[in-house]
Each structure stands twice: as C-alpha cells, then as structure tokens.
Nanobody
Framework: QLQLVESGGGLVQLGGSLRLSCAASGFTFDYAVMGWFRQAPGKEREGVSCISRSGTITNYADSVKGRFTISRDNAKKMVFLQMDSLKPEDTAVYYC??????????????????WGQGTQVTVSS
C-alpha cells in the first residue's frame, strides 16, 4: 500500500521552530524525488522544498531560503523539513509528496505523484 504520512505540525509563535516528518511506504523510496508543498486557504499550492534521490540536489522557494532545511534518510524511508524562524505567512497545510522519473526542479514546480494527507502549521504573531 502506497502511503505518505506527515507529522510534526502544530501551533507556534513567530520566530519559533517546527520539524516536519514524512514516513513513506509502498513504493521504491530510493528512486523517488521527495518534496514538501504547502497551501493556505484561498491561495495556490506552493512548492516549498524538494530533494533528489540521493539528497545531493535541493530546491527551496525564495520565501523559505535560509530558514527551512529539507533532508532525507533513505534507510528509514523518511523525509524531513526543519522550519526555523517561522513567520505568520508560513501558516498553511503542509503536504509531503513523492515523484518518480522527474527532476528535483520539475517536481517543485509541478507537484508529486504521491501525496500525504497534510499537516497543519499555524504561526501566530
């Protein structure tokens, strides 16, 4: 069964930190580009960060560069998003995604083949 399960979302104050985790199963994780996307009510989905199969290539939205860090552990079939210096504009539902036969850049633009259920991140001011 193909599944992506996010965890780690919650409510934090401006300047706080959260670490999102995504556990993958049911597909060949090592051959998948992985990424994090977010969507706030009334706004379009945004590619936050994506990471290549080996982790050697990463992509970040300009809005999160220097504050967020994506990583993956292929042995554990997990991908993470460390979010520091959070701002109210980071408030959104964050989705973990995976994609096969694509580039890291393309995935962050187009989205994934597999999606998690999402986890809410709320940053208060």
């Amino acid at each position: 069964q193909l599944q992506l399960v996010e965890s780690g979302g919650g409510l934090v104050q401006l300047g706080g930190s959260l670490r999102l985790s995504c556990a993958a199963s049911g597909f060949t994780f090592d051959y998948a580009v992985m990424g994090w996307f977010r969507q706030a009510p009334g706004k379009e989905r945004e590619g936050v960060s994506c990471i290549s199969r080996s982790g050697t290539i990463t992509n970040y939205a300009d809005s999160v560069k220097g504050r967020f860090t994506i990583s993956r552990d292929n042995a554990k079939k997990m991908v993470f998003l460390q979010m520091d210096s959070l701002k109210p504009e980071d408030t959104a539902v964050y989705y973990c995604a995976g994609a096969s036969r694509t580039s890291t850049q393309t995935m962050c633009v187009r989205g994934g083949d597999y999606w998690g259920q999402g986890t809410q991140v709320t940053v208060s001011s």
